[in-house]
């Protein structure tokens, strides 16, 4: 591929999931290079663990809401009963995981040595999708301000955008 697009400026955006591992790649070359740089910005990503991170993440703020609703003098059935019992089972399960992992760790036990079994939801799933869709995000936009940096002529070059669009494109992403 490189010999017949070295003339011009491209970049290839490779995902890969191979059991539990996720790599994300990129080969990259500028005009007319005499090689391509092939990089893997994010190897090894255990993706089970990440998914795993927004089961986890949701089931806190169900946790934290319904501890909310409570505190306003709301019974914690009453919360319940909106969201059904399969939701609410499915959130006090993860929760429960949690809790072992946490005694696992306070013991100087992996937790990702011991079967964890979280309820993953649709919607971790389109987290995880959007994470993966901020890392290609990431990756490209890096890659296009240094093409536009190092490789444009002086009278056409303009500051890299990248860094004025990261709080936007950050902003969904849980903080742990």
């Known amino acids: 591929m490189f010999n017949g697009l070295k003339t011009e400026p491209t970049l290839i955006l490779e995902s890969v999931a191979e059991g539990d591992i996720f790599n994300l790649n990129f080969g990259y070359w500028g ?4 090689t391509y740089r092939y990089k893997s910005p994010i190897p090894m990503l255990p993706w089970r ?3 795993f991170d927004f089961a986890k993440e949701r089931a806190w703020q169900w946790q934290a809401q319904r501890q909310s609703d409570n505190s306003q003098g709301n019974s914690a059935e009453k919360f319940d009963k909106v969201l059904g019992n399969e939701a ?15 005694m696992c760790e306070a013991m100087g036990i992996d937790p ?3 079967p964890r079994p979280y309820s993953i939801h649709k919607k971790d799933h389109e987290k995880f999708q959007q994470f993966i ?44």
């Open 88 to 102: 609410v089972n499915s959130f006090l399960h993860n929760l429960e995981i949690i809790d072992n992992e946490r």
């Open 31 to 34: 005009l007319n290079w005499a």
């Open 112 to 114: 990702t040595d011991s």
């Open 133 to 176: 869709g901020i890392c290609h995000c990431l990756i490209a936009g890096l890659l296009a301000d240094e093409y536009f940096f190092l490789h444009v002529s002086s009278d056409v070059r303009q500051r890299p955008p990248l860094p004025q669009l990261l709080p936007d494109l950050l902003q969904d992403m849980p903080s742990e």
């Open 49 to 51: 663990e990440v998914l």
